[in-house]
């Protein structure tokens, strides 16, 4: 029985890319159908980070009176790989404290390689709707820790059922997201979990993607739970 197990998510999007919400209010509505923790992770690249990130981050550090952690982040999106891991270090800077990267979803046209660079790098926490993921890169992904997104939207969800084949064939670490971008992406425990097994995920294994793996991430990146 999943009444009552908290949520985490850590891929949304407010107003300040293509999302629909303030993200204070994304927040409150997260809250209000049971998360414990998000990520607000607005698109960058080069010519919006130092205004995104922080302008996230202000809403984020405001929050208060209701449980929930509201971290700021950032997708990192469409940008050229040989160019990623300066602006890795870069939205660091700017205040990210969860990284995701904008994978080789089967419905957009993503750089071949974006997969690779990402998973190859430390500072990125999580590898976003990959697509035709190889078991190199799912391998690569593992070394360094960076977790294997299941995702909850449309389209780019075609290929979670590969993903998770090709993710655990080698032990990579999975976490369920939503990529929301209005009201009616923001999932509950139920609705993630049901993602999850419908990716392949046995019951157990949808539970500790779903409630231990959030948490290793808070705490690897020194976020209070």
Known sequence: MSAGKPRYDFHMHSFFSDGELLPMELIRRAFVLGNKAIAITDHVSYSNVDEVVPAVARDCAAVEGWDIVAVPGAEITHVPPSKMDALIKKTR?????????????????????????????????????????????????????????????????????????????????????????????????????????????????????????????????????
Not at 161 to 176: M, R
């Open 93 to 225: 800077k700017a205040g990210a404290k969860i990284i995701v990267v904008h994978g080789e979803s089967p419905v957009e046209p993503v750089t071949p390689g974006t997969n690779r660079q990402a998973a190859g790098n430390a500072d990125v926490d999580i590898l976003a709707h990959p697509g035709y993921l190889t078991e190199d890169d799912a391998e690569i992904a593992k070394e360094n820790d960076v977790f294997i997104e299941i995702t909850c939207r449309s389209g780019h969800s075609l290929t979670n059922g590969h993903v998770f084949k090709i993710g655990s064939s080698v032990g990579a670490k999975f976490l369920v997201n939503t990529d929301a971008h209005e009201c009616g992406d923001i999932s509950t425990y139920d609705s993630a979990r049901r993602v999850a097994i419908g990716a392949g995920m046995s019951k157990s294994e949808a539970d500790i993607t779903l409630l231990r793996n959030p948490l290793e991430l808070l705490k690897k990146r020194k976020i209070t739970n």
